[in-house]
Structures are given as structure tokens and as C-alpha cells.
């Protein structure tokens, strides 16, 4: 079973629509999660950063982390053309007993349609 | 607004050359990595550094790729001695402390 596991899509929807990305991940070590969002041939930009269970809420963007069930989404709001990319979750283990690196869902591609 | 930098942003050469990634990560960060991206793939941590010394590598980080912090503002990553499969996107990350990282436009790397 892989680490992390993102459906890569690819994902089209009209503009204005309600965008949900999801993740599952199986190494219940993770306790900080990120979204970023990649353009073709690009690097990754950060948009969310969560740290355990909740809800975190940015602008349009609003990321989820359901740790019991090993399982974080990011809903896009109205989403707009300029929102077409690739949409990577990737997570990190906690501060104690070492380990910054982050791993990473392999990417969800989307494309908002005028 | 700070970013992470890194040159060149292309680089093409021959399979058992050496090359070097440069990067100039976000000045007040003490925390610096470098990633690849394979055409079509995830993106593969390769490893941390932090206070002069790595803090953490993966396994595809052999003896043939090291990293250096050759002054107070660069961050390097050497292989030596390159190969087919080297060909990638590689990206530099920093963060001012073990959160979040950003990432620079990264490098491709291209071995004939």
C-alpha cells in the first residue's frame, strides 16, 4: 500500500463550481498536511497548511483532515480558469523523533472550463 | 515577497558528467531540501540539511550526490557522476523552521 494515494485525475469542471481534491494516506505518524498547487513544469506553491484534525479556511480554499479515518480533502470555491493545475497533497510526520521531509500524493490534475 | 531561486533552470549533459544545482534559498531560512520530479511522477524527497549537516537523506541519495553550503547564502546539489535515470525535475525547498517549505522553480535536468 502506498504511503499516500491522490486520484491524478484529470478532474474538469465549469467555472464557478465546488472543486474537491482528496488524499488518503496509511502512516498514521503524519501529523502536519499541506496542499500545493502546481503548474505545468513549474514549481510547487504552497496553499494550505493544517496541522492534525479540522478545518482551515483561506479566500476560496478550505482544507480538511480527518485523521481517524486517514483521510484529507481541499475544496475550491467558485473556482476559476486561472485554478487549472496540479494539485499535490503531501504530508510530514510530527516534530518529535525527527523527519521534515514531506511526502507526496502523486497529484491531481485539474481543469476549471469557462 | 521572498522566494527560493535556482539556476540554471536548464541543464543538459552527458551520462558520467558532473553537475551542480545551485539554489538560493529564502535568506532567514536555516532548514534547506532538495526533490526530484521524474516526468509523469510524484515528487521524491532526496534530503534535508540543517546547521551545516544533513539531517536526513532518502535512499535514492547514494554516494554519488552530495549537497553543500559553500557560503552564507547557496545552496548546492552535486552528482557526480550522472546517469540515464538522473533526468528530472529537481526542486530546492527551504523553511525558517521543520513546517513549511517553499519550493523554487526548480531545474531540469536532462542526461544524454
Known amino acids: 500500500q502506498k504511503e499516500v494515494e491522490q486520484d491524478p485525475g484529470p478532474l474538469s469542471v465549469p467555472e464557478g463550481a465546488i472543486v474537491s481534491l482528496n488524499c488518503t494516506y496509511s502512516?498514521?505518524?503524519?501529523?502536519?498536511f499541506m496542499w500545493y498547487r502546481q503548474y505545468s513544469r513549474k514549481g510547487p506553491e504552497l496553499l494550505m497548511y493544517?496541522?492534525?484534525?479540522g478545518n482551515k479556511e483561506d479566500g476560496r480554499f478550505t482544507a480538511q483532515v480527518d485523521k481517524s479515518s486517514k483521510y484529507i480533502s481541499l475544496f475550491i470555491r467558485d473556482s476559476q480558469p486561472s485554478d487549472s493545475a496540479t494539485y499535490l497533497c503531501?504530508?510530514?510526520?510530527?516534530?518529535?523523533?525527527?523527519?521534515?521531509?514531506?511526502?507526496f500524493g502523486t497529484g491531481t490534475q485539474l481543469k476549471v472550463e469557462l | 515577497e521572498p522566494e527560493v531561486t535556482q539556476t540554471p533552470s536548464h541543464q543538459v549533459t552527458q551520462m558520467g558528467q558532473e553537475v551542480i544545482l545551485r539554489c538560493v534559498p529564502i535568506?532567514?531560512?536555516?532548514?534547506f531540501y532538495w526533490y526530484r520530479q521524474i516526468l509523469g511522477q510524484k515528487v521524491e524527497f532526496l534530503v534535508s540539511?540543517?546547521?551545516?549537516?544533513?539531517?536526513?537523506k532518502s535512499e535514492i541519495f547514494d554516494d554519488q550526490f552530495s549537497v553543500e553550503r559553500p557560503d552564507g547564502s547557496n545552496f548546492t546539489l552535486k552528482i557526480r557522476s550522472t546517469k540515464l535515470e538522473d533526468s528530472a525535475m529537481y526542486f530546492c525547498?527551504?523553511?525558517?523552521?521543520?513546517?513549511?517549505?517553499?519550493f523554487g522553480p526548480g531545474t531540469r535536468l536532462l542526461v544524454l
Open positions: 503531501a504530508m510530514r510526520r510530527g516534530l518529535t523523533g525527527g523527519g521534515n521531509k514531506l511526502t
Open positions: 502512516n498514521s505518524a503524519f501529523q502536519y
Open positions: 525547498a527551504s523553511s525558517a523552521k521543520e513546517e513549511t517549505q517553499y
Open positions: 493544517t496541522y492534525s484534525s
Open positions: 540539511f540543517y546547521n551545516n549537516e544533513i539531517s536526513e
Open positions: 535568506s532567514n531560512h536555516l532548514y
